[in-house]
């Protein structure tokens, strides 16, 4: 079990790495360096300061808007940056300090980004997905080398299973769904199968409640699947074995 100094530290490390993941969920999708130029306003262009770019409290301070400018700065800016610092707290409040985070920790920080650009573009980007499927593969082999027949198993399973979906219901999602979903796989092993139901009942939920507000109109919506998979993910990091073993004691036993 992780101690409370060390869940402490992996929020404050996620919300830092949340403060990053805002800058490739608006960069990458344009086609823009990540690297330079450095933190800017995105209305009137003025570079951050650095006392002005801590994670969650500097959007607090300036309430949330450009210092220079005055325009409003999207509160979506500290929402990753919190959701990065509570998933990161998260996994290490249960799954421990140990060396699984190499695998856990990058996996949920580019969920949270995937999810970000799915909701703004419909768009889970290739030049993130790849990268991700392969790093589940080498970290395994460093990591967790008995399981990655598993999780190879595990990601072609839910590569082809959202394939199929898609083929009956292809205005319901994309192939970026599909490829996610494989990539899933590849970091959750069989715990990718309460990862991918938890994913369509809140997707299901969702349109429901759109369906019940906005009528016949929200059909013809897209809803961005990915934000609904990145979900399923982190669930599927938290607790998939247990899950899974809940599942087992109440219908197979």
Sequence with gaps: ?????EIVLAGLFGALIGSFLNVVAWRLPRGESLASPGSHCPSCGEPVRPYDNIPV???????????????????RYPLVELATAAAFAGVVAAQGFD????????????????AAIDFDHKLLPNRIVYPLAAYGVIATL????DDLVENLIAGGGAFLFLFLVVLAYPRGMGMGDVKLAGAMG??????????????????????VVLIAREGASARKK??????????????????GPELIELYEDNFLS
């Design 142 to 145: 460093l990591v967790d080398r």
């Design 99 to 114: 060396d699984d985070l190499v695998l856990e920790l990058p996996f949920v920080a580019a969920l949270i980004a995937l």
């Design 1 to 5: 079990m992780a101690s409370a100094p």
């Design 57 to 75: 409290l500097s959007w607090l301070l300036l309430r949330g808007r450009c210092r220079h400018c005055g325009q409003p700065i999207s509160i």
């Design 186 to 207: 590849l970091f959750l092993g069989l715990s990718v199968i309460p990862a991918l139901l938890v994913a369509f009942l809140s997707g299901s939920v969702v349109g």
């Design 222 to 239: 897209a809803v961005p699947f990915g934000v609904f998979l990145a979900l399923g993910g982190i669930v599927g990091v938290l607790a």
